[in-house]
């Protein structure tokens, strides 16, 4: 993103096509502020100080007062000097001189420098980083606490201009995608499209599976300018500026981030495995109700595998298994798991317990855990099944849909136990320790719950029909 002056959102220009789609006018008021920051001045130790520490260089003093250290920084805005505590040996301190006084920071360094959160490479990055985060919270605190009161991402003005043209630009991308095909213009037009501009496209897609996902944030560093696609603002600092959603590449400041809506919508490039995924991650980047593990598995046992002694109770060869996850996670919905590569139906059963044991947040949540092993505990039969029913309205959209979805193809395995032997009873034996997990990672809960788990599970196939 590139700066620019000061605007309304409304004079922002909206060209033709999305391939020379122009962001909204960023505010560049934080951007001139970082630029008017001190810069670090090094004041450099005349001589040689016994015991310093191989990661500080020249500006290190050694033993000196916070008296000296102010003799030495002379009063000018950013010098800096680094000493060692004549309370504390071993403990060392950073004087800044900044707003016409001298600032002291306990320092420390384990294999980079810091002084809070934020870890540098060198002393001198992290003093200026320091200097700009004073200037600009000293210049500009009431301007920083205002600034998610009116934001973009809410408005988003200037997205809705170009909605209907990305979505069908998204929509066309996608239809095409199942084709041989696909032109690079095509994909080109769409990557260029920011996350901001997608979330808007995507969440007025009649197509698309509208599950609410929150985004999943994690501090980033920016190279090179940046603006918070929430507020507008510049994002200051020279490192961990803000935080980037590593689903749909969403950028914001870190007190921005509380204020965006549970919106996320995942880039399918950023998705690299099929397995492990969160499973409304999954669900929302390929635009689908269900994980694509979970409709081709059931497809391929119910067309060839309802009658199979034991099914899902034997196991399959591990080897294969690993090998049918490899095939999802490099082709997705491309994999070939028919009988002509696997005729072992328990290969295929196998994989499908596998997903569900790999997702990082179980089919039966770790929020709703809890609450449904009290709703097993209940002893009247009728009020049991009204405390699951209650439960399963908690569950989170993709969740409940992948659940019902299974529990309908369950049933249908009991239909045939006459030739399977496998009832509800021993269907739950096996799915519930891989669909429901305890929140804490305790041998001694989950063997005391196994029974409530079965039992669960039990309930759900029996009842699918009155519960779903």
């Excluded at 049918?324 to 290969?347: C, H, L, Q, T």
């Excluded at 317990?353 to 709703?375: G, M, N, Q, W």
């Excluded at 239909?415 to 009873?425: G, I, P, S, V």
């Amino acid at each position: 993103m590139a700066a620019s002056s000061n605007s309304s959102l409304s004079g922002s220009s909206v060209s033709s096509d999305a391939e020379e789609y122009q962001p909204p006018i960023w505010k560049s008021y934080l951007y001139q502020l970082q630029q008017e920051a001190p810069r670090p001045k090094r004041i450099i130790c005349p001589g040689e100080v016994e015991n310093r520490p191989k990661y500080y260089g020249r500006e290190f003093h050694g033993i000196i007062s916070r008296e000296q250290a102010d003799e030495l920084l002379g009063g000018v805005e950013g010098a800096y000097i680094l000493r060692e505590s004549q309370r504390q040996p071993g403990c060392y301190t950073l004087a800044l001189r900044f707003g016409n006084q001298t600032l002291n920071y306990r320092l420390f360094y384990d294999g980079k420098h810091f002084v809070g959160e934020k870890r540098f490479e060198s002393i001198h990055d992290l003093v200026t980083d320091g200097l700009i985060t004073l200037y600009i919270e000293t210049k500009a605190s009431e301007y920083i606490s205002k600034m998610t009161t009116n934001p973009i991402y809410e408005h988003i003005g200037y997205a809705t201009l170009l909605r209907e043209k990305v979505s069908r630009r998204l929509s066309r991308s996608k239809n095409e995608s199942r084709k041989a095909n696909v032109t690079n213009e095509e994909h080109t037009a769409v990557e260029k499209i920011s996350s901001l501009v997608r979330r808007a496209a995507l969440s007025h897609n009649d197509n698309h599976f509208n599950y609410e996902k929150t985004h999943n944030f994690k501090v980033h560093t920016f190279r090179g300018p940046h603006w918070c696609e929430y507020c507008a603002n510049f994002m200051w600092g020279l490192i961990a500026q803000g935080v980037r959603c590593s689903d749909c590449g969403l950028n914001v400041h870190k007190q921005c981030s509380k204020h965006v809506p549970n919106d996320c919508q995942p880039d399918l490039k950023r998705i690299k495995k099929v397995y492990c995924c969160d499973l409304t991650t999954l669900v929302k980047a390929h635009n689908m109700q269900r994980p694509m593990v979970v409709d081709i598995c059931i497809r391929e046992i119910e067309a060839r595998g309802l009658k199979s002694e034991g099914l899902y109770r034997v196991s399959g060869f591990t080897e294969h298994i690993e090998d049918v996850k490899m095939a999802f996670d490099r082709d997705g919905e491309k994999a070939d798991i028919s009988a002509n590569i696997y005729p072992d139906i328990n290969i295929i059963t196998g994989a499908l317990k596998l997903y569900f044991r790999d997702l990082p947040i179980p089919v039966i949540t770790y929020d709703t855990y809890s609450k449904f092993i009290e709703a097993a505990k209940t002893s009247s039969a009728d009020e049991r099944l009204e405390a699951v029913h209650e439960v399963l309205m908690l569950l989170p959209p993709a969740h409940y849909e992948t659940l019902r979805y299974l529990m309908v193809h369950l049933k249908k395995v009991t239909l045939n136990e006459k030739d399977n032997f496998m009832n509800a009873e021993n269907l739950g034996i096996v799915f519930g320790p891989t669909l429901m997990r305890p929140p804490e990672d305790s041998t001694l809960t989950t063997l005391h719950d196994m029974r409530y788990q079965k039992l669960i599970v039990q309930i759900l196939i029996e009842n699918e029909d009155v519960l779903f």
